[in-house]
């Protein structure tokens, strides 16, 4: 006679009891809870202004740099956003959107990736020549970052701003290293108030 009882061979899933499943269900729910307070507390430095994101630019197609002989002027010369980059880019502009957020600048570097995330996720920019990509060297590293800290101090309370450029310009002014797509936040000393991940 065939037996009723489950298989206790080495496929079987493991069984959990109560107080287990209980364990594991709740430490999801405190990651969740955990996000959406991080969240809001950069939300409220946000509203509170005197403040500025350093957001790189979204996903790109693979490469580091760009091409050999790349044309500011011309995209299709460059490192570009790929289909998940833009999709990051629209879903941070929700991010401020559901919060009521609204930066009141939006600088970019003037490479194609950079404008392009600022216009997916606010349908604005400004270029700003201190946010241009320094790799490969940058011999006015101390006036850009002079230049920024002046513009962070200028930003009066209530007030934010959203600044898109590259890893390299992010690392070397808060000594972060950020994803594509993630953003640190700053107060008006360069301070690092958190990092945002926009999801």
Same mark, same amino acid.
């Given at each position: 006679?065939?037996? @009723? ?5 080495? &496929?079987?899933?493991?069984?959990? #009891? ?7 269900? !709740?430490?999801? $729910? #405190? ?7 991080? &969240? /809001?507390?950069? $939300? ?7 403040? *500025? ?7 790109? +197609? ?14 299709? +010369?460059?490192?570009?956003? +790929? ?7 629209? *879903? =941070? !502009? ?9 930066? &009141? $600048?939006?600088? +970019?570097? =003037? ?5 392009? #995330? ?7 920019? @400004? ?5 241009? &990509?320094?790799? !490969?060297?940058? *011999?006015?590293?101390? $006036? ?16 934010? /701003? ?9 690392? *070397?002014? #808060?000594? /972060? @290293? ?15 108030? !958190? ?5």
């Amino acid at each position: 006679m065939a037996s @009723s009882e489950a298989s206790s061979g080495p &496929s079987a899933l493991p069984c959990l #009891t109560r107080r287990e499943l209980l364990l594991l269900l !709740g430490l999801g $729910a #405190t990651d969740r809870v955990s996000a959406q307070s991080h &969240s /809001e507390t950069l $939300a409220k430095h946000l509203r509170g202004g005197r403040c *500025a994101v350093l957001w790189r630019h979204g996903q790109t +197609s693979p490469g580091v740099g760009d091409p050999p002989g790349f044309q500011l002027g011309d995209c299709k +010369s460059q490192r570009n956003l +790929s289909a998940e980059g833009r999709a990051q880019a629209q *879903a =941070a !502009g929700a991010w401020f959107k559901t919060r009521s957020l609204r930066p &009141s $600048a939006v600088r +970019s570097s =003037a490479w194609c990736r950079c404008r392009d #995330t600022a216009d997916l996720a606010f349908g604005t920019h @400004s270029h700003w020549a201190s946010l241009d &990509s320094s790799f !490969g060297g940058d *011999a006015d590293g101390a $006036a850009r970052r002079r230049t920024m800290l002046d513009a962070l101090r200028g930003i009066p309370a209530e007030a934010f /701003e959203v600044w898109i450029t590259h890893q390299v310009n992010i690392t *070397a002014f #808060t000594g /972060e @290293s950020v994803a594509m797509g993630e953003a640190v936040l700053v107060d008006r000393q360069g301070q690092l108030l !958190g990092r945002i991940g926009f999801a």
